[in-house]
């Protein structure tokens, strides 16, 4: 046998190999992608008509109202993980999809103002009056921040508190161009893509999601059970591929014109200096845009803020009581 044979042999066992490798990982697959679409389905959202069409939410608890605003590749689900451990007992959680994610329809004309002005619909339909907003970020950028700057400045009338929490700020998210682009349009007509990203490289999931190298290190196992079920609500991906795309060429570089030299309602905003994503020194510059604000930063957290759940929690508790009792005193 000569050296070429052996040579197209090795080639061809290999290519062989590969196939039979990538065949494992597409039943596999195809076998766990069912339970995401099933998780989204088995959920008890509901789906309310306004004045700008129907949106998907879900709502729990009693006491003041307080819209979550899911992030990037999010969608009801992913608010519900991130809304974890905010008490039911003393606000009543209202979380929707935005246009485009699941059962949400995007509208012809779609921006993050007007998904501001849906959010004051819903609490009309809802006969709800006023309602502190938190726009949160997930999934790599920050794109749940704009909507809800917009809601505090377009309805400050209906909006008692402004909470940021490692949201998008300006000059940091220009439209996906060049690879970029074709990476995100990839991602997003796929669900087998991300899945396989998840299975096959999880650091680099971390990565996406703003989890610094050396926060992925020193993880707890709390947190990486938290994570594992903040990461669930990726998927299914094609339900949400209208919003993800909404949300990387529109909804994202909006944000370079909010006013925030208006913003009147009182604001909260919570950032950390190791975030990979929105800079530190820009959300800092931000919050010096906006009168009064109250900044809390972190040395360490990454843009999931991990390891201080309690902390923002109890920030966020007595922020949101000191100006109810301001505005009601």
């Given at each position: 046998?000569?050296?070429?044979?052996?040579?197209?042999?090795?080639?061809?066992?290999?290519?062989?190999?590969?196939?039979?490798?990538?065949?494992?990982?597409?039943?596999?697959?195809?076998?766990?992608?069912?339970?995401?679409?099933?998780?989204?389905?088995?959920?008890?959202?509901?789906?309310?008509?306004?004045?700008?069409?129907?949106?998907?939410?879900?709502?729990?608890?009693?006491?003041?109202?307080?819209?979550?605003?899911?992030?990037?590749?999010?969608?009801?689900?992913?608010?519900?993980?991130?809304?974890?451990?905010?008490?039911?007992?003393?606000?009543?959680?209202?979380?929707?999809?935005?246009?485009?994610?699941?059962?949400?329809?995007?509208?012809?004309?779609?921006?993050?103002?007007?998904?501001?002005?849906?959010?004051?619909?819903?609490?009309?339909?809802?006969?709800?009056?006023?309602?502190?907003?938190?726009?949160?970020?997930?999934?790599?950028?920050?794109?749940?921040?704009?909507?809800?700057?917009?809601?505090?400045?377009?309805?400050?009338?209906?909006?008692?508190?402004?909470?940021?929490?490692s949201t998008n700020?300006?000059?940091?998210?220009?439209?996906?161009?060049?690879?970029?682009r074709v990476m995100?349009?990839?991602?997003?007509?796929?669900?087998?893509?991300?899945?396989l990203l998840m299975?096959?490289?999880?650091?680099?999931?971390?990565?996406?999601?703003?989890?610094?190298?050396?926060?992925?290190?020193?993880?707890?196992?709390?947190?990486?059970?938290?994570?594992?079920?903040?990461?669930?609500?990726?998927?299914?991906?094609?339900?949400?591929?209208?919003?993800?795309?909404?949300?990387?060429?529109?909804?994202?570089?909006?944000?370079?014109?909010?006013?925030?030299?208006?913003?009147?309602?009182?604001?909260?905003?919570?950032?950390?200096?190791?975030?990979?994503?929105?800079?530190?020194?820009?959300?800092?510059?931000?919050?010096?845009?906006?009168?009064?604000?109250?900044?809390?930063?972190?040395?360490?957290?990454?843009?999931?803020?991990?390891?201080?759940?309690?902390?923002?929690?109890?920030?966020?508790?007595?922020?949101?009581?000191?100006?109810?009792?301001?505005?009601?005193?």
């Open positions: 046998m000569t050296l070429l044979q052996i040579i197209g042999i090795v080639v061809i066992l290999s290519g062989v190999t590969v196939a039979l490798f990538l065949l494992i990982l597409y039943l596999h697959f195809r076998s766990e992608i069912p339970e995401a679409y099933r998780r989204v389905s088995e959920k008890t959202s509901r789906i309310i008509g306004t004045r700008y069409g129907p949106v998907e939410f879900i709502s729990y608890g009693q006491g003041h109202p307080v819209i979550f605003v899911h992030g990037i590749w999010g969608g009801f689900d992913q608010g519900l993980v991130g809304a974890q451990g905010i008490s039911e007992e003393k606000y009543r959680l209202i979380i929707p999809s935005r246009f485009g994610y699941l059962r949400t329809p995007l509208p012809d004309q779609a921006s993050a103002a007007l998904q501001a002005d849906q959010y004051a619909a819903l609490l009309d339909a809802m006969n709800i009056r006023k309602a502190v907003i938190v726009g949160t970020s997930a999934g790599g950028t920050s794109a749940g921040g704009t909507s809800a700057v917009q809601f505090a400045i377009r309805h400050p009338h209906r909006c008692s508190v402004l909470i940021l929490k700020v300006p000059e940091n998210q220009p439209a996906p161009s060049g690879a970029g995100m349009n990839i991602l997003v007509t796929s669900d087998f893509f991300l899945w299975r096959c490289s999880p650091s680099t999931m971390m990565s996406i999601a703003g989890i610094p190298g050396n926060l992925q290190k020193t993880i707890t196992q709390e947190q990486r059970e938290w994570y594992a079920a903040f990461c669930q609500t990726f998927l299914p991906t094609v339900p949400r591929s209208k919003g993800i795309l909404f949300d990387a060429y529109i909804s994202n570089p909006e944000i370079d014109t909010v006013p925030f030299e208006t913003i009147t309602v009182p604001t909260l905003i919570f950032h950390a200096k190791d975030d990979p994503l929105p800079p530190y020194a820009s959300a800092e510059k931000m919050v010096g845009r906006i009168a009064d604000a109250v900044f809390v930063g972190y040395e360490h957290g990454g843009h999931l803020l991990l390891g201080h759940d309690d902390d923002t929690r109890k920030k966020m508790d007595q922020f949101i009581a000191d100006c109810i009792a301001i505005t009601t005193g």
